[in-house]
């Protein structure tokens, strides 16, 4: 089975196909620490009420047939919580739909 060649980082380090620079790692350990907990960003105990009731009324993902397990904002909110309480921006994904197609979704939205 043929193995993709390595790749430059913008560090200028050679990479080997699917690894993570040391610098990447280092920035994204970085980033986590300084990004407040889930709490911090509104998903405290009134959230877990409101998503398991969003749930309820909305049992299947957007985009496929699974069982929905997340409640999406469709809008990012960037901590605006009239956009984080507003069900209109909501929308039922599964784990798999959300973790794969929205995120790699936002990560290209971001410069």
């Known amino acids: 089975m043929p193995v993709r060649a390595p790749r430059i980082c913008g560090c200028g380090l050679r990479v080997a196909s699917g690894?993570?620079?040391?610098?990447?790692?280092?920035?994204?350990?970085?980033a986590d620490a300084r990004r407040p907990t889930a709490r911090e960003?509104?998903?405290?105990?009134?959230?877990?009420?409101?998503?398991?009731?969003?749930l309820k009324t909305h049992p299947r993902c957007q985009r496929c047939p699974a069982p929905a397990t997340v409640v999406d904002h469709?809008?990012?909110h960037k901590g605006d919580m009239k956009l984080f309480w507003s069900r209109s921006n909501w929308q039922p994904l599964c784990r798999i739909c959300h973790d794969r197609w929205k995120q790699s979704q936002e990560r290209r939205a971001t410069p």
């Open 41 to 54: 960003r509104g998903y405290d105990s009134k959230w877990d009420t409101e998503r398991a009731a969003y």
């Open 19 to 30: 690894e993570r620079c040391p610098c990447e790692r280092r920035r994204k350990a970085e």
């Open 74 to 76: 469709v809008v990012p």
